[in-house]
């Protein structure tokens, strides 16, 4: 392994771990605890390619402080979760970016997942639409099994016509990949809020639509999320025992 490609990922580990401790400071420890586990995973491969035994010894001491800090965080998150007391709050200020599907809902899926349940009054239009498809494939791509997921959302009143053509297109590609979709409608339905069957609820004061328009087809945001603009909103995480029976 050349000079250059340790440099990189001592660089990569210096940038999670940092992210970990901002995170960490921030009261945010469920994201804090996934990037301080990333974090300690590259400085250990860092430590197995360095031939120096002072530079190992280095990273031996920052990696027990990391493993140390991440072990407390992990029993703490534990204790609440088991006395039904863990809540998180996460506030997406008006135009930030980094705020994309994966980055949200990664800290909190498990390979324990495999069935999810989506109360969101607005998948209606287009943009919605594809919202919660890209949500789909973000649970595809995550490292669950996901079998099931529930929709229940508000039907468009003016022209349903599009919105159940492309529900009805998911479902059908969503079972070629083992996947399940559950369809309700409810004309009641106000609050949104996403439920996984590992005990995480993740409620976002703007459902899956908190993403503003891009400026353009060929604007930077327009493909990847992360990039893309948010607006305001908030994010409570809860975690219960009993999510099911919800």
């Given at each position: 392994?050349?000079?250059?490609?340790?440099?990189?990922?001592?660089?990569?580990?210096?940038?999670?771990?940092?992210?970990?401790?901002?995170?960490?400071?921030?009261?945010?420890?469920?994201?804090?605890?996934?990037?301080?586990?990333?974090?300690?995973?590259?400085?250990?491969?860092?430590?197995?390619?360095?031939?120096?035994e002072?530079?190992?010894?280095h990273?031996?001491e920052?990696?027990?402080?990391?493993?140390?800090?991440?072990?407390?965080?992990?029993?703490?998150?534990n204790?609440?979760?088991?006395?039904?007391?863990?809540?998180?709050?996460i506030?997406?200020?008006?135009?930030?970016?980094?705020y994309s599907?994966?980055?949200?809902?990664k800290?909190?899926?498990?390979?324990?997942?495999?069935e999810?349940?989506?109360?969101?009054?607005?998948?209606?239009?287009?943009?919605?639409?594809?919202?919660?498809?890209?949500?789909?494939?973000?649970?595809?791509?995550?490292?669950?099994?996901?079998?099931?997921?529930?929709?229940?959302?508000?039907?468009?009143?003016?022209?349903?016509?599009?919105?159940?053509?492309?529900?009805?297109?998911?479902?059908?590609?969503?079972?070629?990949?083992?996947?399940?979709?559950?369809?309700?409608?409810?004309?009641?339905?106000?609050?949104?809020?996403?439920?996984?069957?590992?005990?995480?609820?993740?409620?976002?004061?703007?459902?899956?639509?908190?993403?503003?328009?891009?400026?353009?087809?060929?604007?930077?945001?327009?493909?990847?999320?992360?990039?893309?603009?948010?607006?305001?909103?908030?994010?409570?995480?809860?975690?219960?025992?009993?999510?099911?029976?919800?």
């Amino acid at each position: 392994m050349t000079q250059n490609h340790v440099s990189g990922m001592e660089a990569s580990a210096v940038s999670v771990l940092k992210r970990a401790v901002e995170l960490d400071q921030s009261g945010r420890l469920q994201e804090s605890l996934v990037c301080y586990q990333e974090g300690i995973q590259l400085l250990m491969d860092v430590l197995k390619a360095v031939k120096d035994e002072s530079k190992k010894g280095h990273y031996r001491e920052k990696i027990k402080g990391y493993m140390d800090r991440a072990e407390q965080i992990k029993a703490h998150v534990n204790q609440m979760k088991e006395d039904g007391k863990y809540h998180e709050q996460i506030k997406i200020s008006e135009d930030a970016t980094g705020y994309s599907y994966e980055v949200l809902f990664k800290p909190y899926i498990s390979s324990s997942l495999t069935e999810v349940w989506v109360e969101d009054p607005y998948i209606r239009h287009t943009h919605q639409l594809y919202n919660f498809l890209r949500f789909c494939e973000m649970l595809l791509k995550a490292s669950c099994k996901v079998k099931k997921i529930h929709l229940l959302t508000s039907q468009d009143e003016a022209d349903n016509s599009q919105q159940s053509s492309a529900l009805s297109e998911m479902k059908d590609s969503l079972s070629t990949h083992g996947v399940t979709l559950d369809l309700q409608y409810s004309s009641t339905i106000h609050d949104r809020e996403i439920r996984f069957d590992n005990g995480w609820i993740i409620k976002v004061g703007r459902g899956l639509d908190y993403f503003k328009r891009p400026k353009g087809r060929f604007s930077v945001g327009f493909c990847d999320y992360d990039l893309r603009q948010c607006q305001e909103t908030t994010v409570d995480i809860f975690h219960t025992k009993h999510t099911k029976s919800l």
